[in-house]
């Protein structure tokens, strides 16, 4: 556990060291008296005295004299062990006690500090000698070559020099305490502030904060006291500010104030506070800088309350979206025929009426037309109703299909239509007239169940120049329309004809009705005009077929270059036969462009667009002939992936088809090959594509699709397995999420748990978790599944804080395809909004190695996160390739490091390399750093030296049900009180 020591005790261990380490210098630069020479000196003039003595009594032979000498002198002198008088033969005269003992002969060397003896002559001759025996020196015993006298100094200097600097630096510092620059009256006015208040110095170290601040981020005065204010873990909101640093730092560096610069604040609770910061820089009387004052206004409760407004303008927006696509329902209904979808008879002369004024405003002139099926009583007598209403659905789609952008089309009533035509003459309204009635013979023998020919009587009338009602001008076509059914059906009449000839008009057209062949100059030139189409439309698909080919070479080329793949697809249309044979060529080709339609819309889907490496590269669609289309994929990852676009479009392809209101299933079949696998080249493997698209025909289900090769069907068989074992695993509530405790490295304690998904289901008994969610974000079921996660770990949060588990955090995984939609983003703040909990209880944690295509749109959505307290963390830290900009755009909480730069902690430098620097750089941004795959107390105590704040790993416990990770939250929070170590101990026997 790291202990914090105070200021005055740092500086006084300094202190006491400095003085120790100059006693020491002292002496050995031979500063400090030197206790030995003088004790020698005191021994040698012992040893003179002694020997003049002796030397005395020996020369009277006074015996006792000696004795009494020496024992005098043993007496007196404690560092005296014995004396000897010792004559030249070697023959002891006398001598004290256990001489024989103490005494060792130096030898040549003649005395040593210990042993000493002197010389006695009588004249010129040896008499004999005196011999002293010393106790040690004290000053031989030394510690480390210094002298047990100078060490004992030393102790004593440094413990009283210690206590000594503490008591002097405790009155100093307190005395002098920089924040009491600052006046009490004018602290106290501070205080009194509601909005935060800190003083800097010019190095940007806080000097005060006062009340309101303290209170606002959960911290004391006197902690934050000498504090680098960049330390605290701040982050910027707004992208949109011009101010890029920190505004104190800006007006301290520009002595210039800094005002409303949005920023966000993770506090001590772990809930995140915004603040709109005000910065002013202070200076002197001489223009120096000396610091600045900072002001902090607290809008987090506006900022929230901001962003439920904003869930309720999206929600308003969304109310607002269906009650118009309703009201436009609405409209559409009320002004159209149910049958036919062309205009009502009331809603066609209203705009009959505002096109009339604008005509006549402009000087154009303006045609009605009047149009009614000949005969139509019989065909609902012989086919029946049914049949009668597919022919005036026909008749409506052929006056749809023909008209033009100034034409309106109503239904008059019954079997009778109303046009009208603006900007036209005479002559073009009747060649326009003339064209309709000969479309609708060419398209009838569709709408009959037997081979059947339609007709329709025409009646055409101009609007004149001057005033009249425009149902003044529908009766006069009305008028024209029975004079052409008088005159034998099957043509069309002008009424200005009708009147310019008295009202007697000679018909020309012939009555195809009388014609025996069915046919007439008019018919065979559409027809030939048919023709002509049908043979360029030919040429069109083969030149498609070469483009086709073309491209498909092209994705080959950049595939061999990049190392991906590329992949054809080969689709038949098998309906496509019946839908002609029932419904007509037109809505034959009317049903083949909606195919065509449907597929481009599918390919250019964001999310299938996704799956593909290159965000530029489209998937390319060619019609062929013989109803078949054709599809290149390219610069895809690998074959899996074109697994998942071939299922998309697929998809697409069993969607019903509207015409004219009735729903058409077609029945495909569908081929795929893949480049390198099956084949080299272009050609290769549109030929592999057409053979299994003939296997999927000719096999026994109607609408199915295959690979060319065996391992991709059997691929596609074991996802499309995984799929539905997903989506019963939903509906059946077969997911559950299990637990792993998160730990502080420093205290040991629960920083909280991560929810890890987990399946029941038996239809996913042996899928792993990651390929699981895999396929639920390509099949486009991971929001679903992610919200399912989501709801569930909040539920849990709840439940053990009810049961009094204080559980700081629990951890969720956000998959990437979660941020594709705005939808799905709101959803999300919509549950953390109304969730019971405080959202600082919550963590999100996004995937570093997940591919996020909008990281823009990414970091403003977790941002908003952020702003409501939720914590964000960046999982995988290293194992990808944006970790920077990941880092710069999202801003997160906390780094989590990717386990494979923790496995080796202890044995590689280059590891230990990276999470030291991935700790530089989390301290430097303000984050917590995390250790994931922590299974050693090696690795513990590796990350601990790092500085990393927590860690995750087997060591801690694995992942567990959320029952058994309540019983183990209950144990751990018991036996906390007494041991640290009980994490590691606990999670071996859990």
């Known amino acids: 556990m790291k202990i914090n020591y105070s200021p005055t005790f740092r500086i006084s261990v300094a202190l006491v060291t400095i003085t120790i380490c100059a006693v020491i210098s002292a002496y050995f630069f031979g500063l400090i ?475 020309v057209e012939r009555d195809l009705e009388q014609t025996p062949d069915n046919s007439n100059p008019a018919m065979d030139q559409a027809t030939a005009g048919t023709s002509q189409q049908i043979a360029a439309f030919g040429t069109m698909e083969a030149e498609e077929q070469k483009l086709f080919i073309d491209r498909l070479s092209h994705s080959i080329s950049r595939a061999d270059r990049s190392g991906n793949v590329a992949a054809a697809l080969l689709v038949s249309i098998n309906s496509a036969e019946i839908v002609s044979e029932m419904f007509g060529e037109t809505a034959a080709e009317m049903v083949q462009k909606s195919i065509v339609d449907k597929l481009e819309d599918t390919l250019r889907r964001t999310d299938t667009v996704a799956l593909l490496e290159n965000g530029n590269s489209k998937p390319s669609l060619s019609k062929l002939p013989k109803d078949k289309i054709a599809i290149e994929i390219s610069d895809v990852a690998n074959a899996d992936v074109v697994l998942w676009i071939v299922k998309r479009v697929f998809e697409a392809l069993l969607e019903p088809i509207m015409l004219d209101d009735e729903a058409i299933y077609l029945n495909c079949s569908m081929g795929v090959s893949v480049y390198p696998n099956d084949g080299n080249d272009a050609e290769t493997l549109i030929r592999n594509a057409s053979v299994a698209e003939r296997n999927a025909r000719q096999g026994s289900e109607k609408n199915s699709y295959l690979f060319f090769s065996d391992e991709m069907n059997a691929n596609t068989r074991n996802q499309m397995e995984v799929e539905a074992g997903i989506r019963h695993a939903l509906e059946h509530n077969e997911f559950l999420l299990y637990y792993q405790p998160i730990v502080d490295v420093n205290t040991l304690e629960v920083a909280g748990v991560e929810a890890l998904l987990r399946s029941s289901s038996s239809k996913l008994v042996d899928k792993s978790v990651e390929y699981i969610v895999s396929v639920a974000e390509q099949i486009g079921l991971m929001p679903e599944l992610g919200m399912w996660i989501m709801k569930n770990a909040i539920s849990q949060i709840g439940a053990w804080h009810a049961e009094g588990i204080p559980i700081p955090k629990v951890s969720v995984n956000v998959s990437a395809a979660q941020f594709y939609k705005d939808d799905n983003v709101e959803e999300i703040l919509d549950v953390i909004t109304n969730m019971a909990i405080k959202p600082q209880h919550l963590q999100i944690e996004i995937t570093e190695t997940s591919e996020l295509r909008d990281i823009e749109a990414a970091g403003l959505a977790l941002k908003r996160f952020q702003q409501l307290g939720v914590q964000i963390a960046l999982d995988d830290f290293g194992a990808g390739q944006c970790s920077l900009t990941y880092l710069q755009k999202f801003r997160p909480d906390i780094l989590k490091i990717d386990r494979s730069f923790v496995e080796h902690l202890g044995s590689s430098n280059a590891d230990e390399s990276v999470v030291a620097v991935c700790s530089a750089l989390s301290n430097r941004m303000g984050m917590r750093l995390v250790a994931e795959g922590v299974e050693t107390e090696t690795q513990l105590e590796r990350i601990r030296d790092l500085e990393c704040h927590e860690a995750q790993g087997y060591l801690f416990g694995r992942p567990i049900p959320s029952k058994e990770m309540t019983e183990w939250l209950r144990m751990f929070a018991t036996s906390e009180q007494s041991s640290n170590d009980v994490p590691v101990a606990m999670s071996k026997s859990a």
């Not at 800190?198 to 904060?209: F, M, P, R, S, T």
């Not at 309709?436 to 009587?457: C, D, H, L, N, Y």
């Not at 529908?474 to 009424?495: F, P």
Request: charged share 25%.
């Open 33 to 507: 008296p030197d206790e030995s020479k003088a004790e020698l000196d005191a021994r040698a003039k012992i040893a003179e005295t002694l020997t003049v003595q002796l030397a005395s009594a020996a020369g009277r032979d006074d015996v006792e004299a000696i004795q009494e000498t020496i024992d005098s002198l043993q007496l007196r002198n404690s560092d005296v062990l014995s004396v000897a008088m010792r004559k030249a033969d070697g023959k002891v005269l006398i001598a004290s006690d256990n001489h024989s003992i103490d005494w060792v002969d130096p030898g040549e060397v003649g005395s040593t500090p210990t042993h000493v003896k002197v010389p006695l002559h009588n004249g010129d001759k040896l008499w004999g000698q005196v011999e002293i025996a010393f106790k040690p020196l004290l000053i031989d015993k030394t510690y480390f070559g210094i002298p047990t006298s100078v060490v004992n100094f030393t102790v004593f200097l440094g413990a009283v020099g210690f206590l000594g600097y503490f008591f002097l630096l405790g009155r100093a510092l307190k005395e002098l305490d920089p924040s009491k620059v600052v006046p009490k009256r004018v602290h106290a006015a501070f205080d009194t502030l509601e909005e935060g208040v800190v003083i800097l110095d010019e190095n940007e170290n806080i000097l005060l904060a006062n009340a309101s601040f303290c209170e606002i981020i959960g911290q004391k005065n006197e902690t934050l006291f000498g504090k680098k204010i960049e330390s605290l873990s701040w982050r910027q909101w707004s992208e949109e500010s011009k101010i890029k640093e920190f505004p104190w730092r800006v007006a301290i560096n520009e002595r210039n104030s800094i005002k409303a610069v949005s920023m966000g604040l993770r506090i001590a609770s772990n809930d995140a506070r915004s603040f709109l910061v005000n910065a002013s820089c202070i200076t002197d009387d001489k223009k120096n800088v000396s610091g600045a004052i900072v002001t902090f206004s607290d809008v987090t409760p506006l900022e929230r309350k901001n962003e439920d407004l904003i869930q309720a303008v999206q929600k308003l927006k969304s109310t607002e979206l269906e009650i118009n696509r309703q009201n436009r329902e609405l409209s559409y209904l009320a002004s159209h025929d149910p049958l036919t979808g062309c205009l009502n008879r009331r809603a066609f002369f209203s705009k009959l009426e505002e096109v009339y004024e604008k005509t006549s405003s402009q000087g154009q002139h303006l045609c009605a037309i009047m149009v009614d099926l000949d005969h139509f009583k019989s065909v609902n007598d012989r086919f029946g109703h049914s049949v009668g209403d597919d022919v005036i659905k026909g008749v409506a789609q052929v006056l749809g299909s023909t008209s033009r952008e100034d034409v309106l089309v109503g239904r008059y009533g019954g079997e009778e239509f109303c046009i009208s035509v603006s900007g036209v003459d005479s002559v073009e309204c009747k060649e326009f007239a003339e064209s309709i009635r000969q479309k609708i013979s060419q398209a009838s023998s569709s709408w009959f169940p037997v081979k059947e020919i339609a007709t329709a009587s025409i009646g055409i009338a101009m609007f004149p120049h001057e005033k009249c009602s425009v149902m003044d001008i529908v009766d006069l076509a009305d008028k024209a329309l029975y004079h052409a059914k008088e005159s034998g059906r099957n043509r069309s009449v002008l009424w200005q004809d009708i009147e310019n000839s008295g009202g007697v008009l000679n018909l």
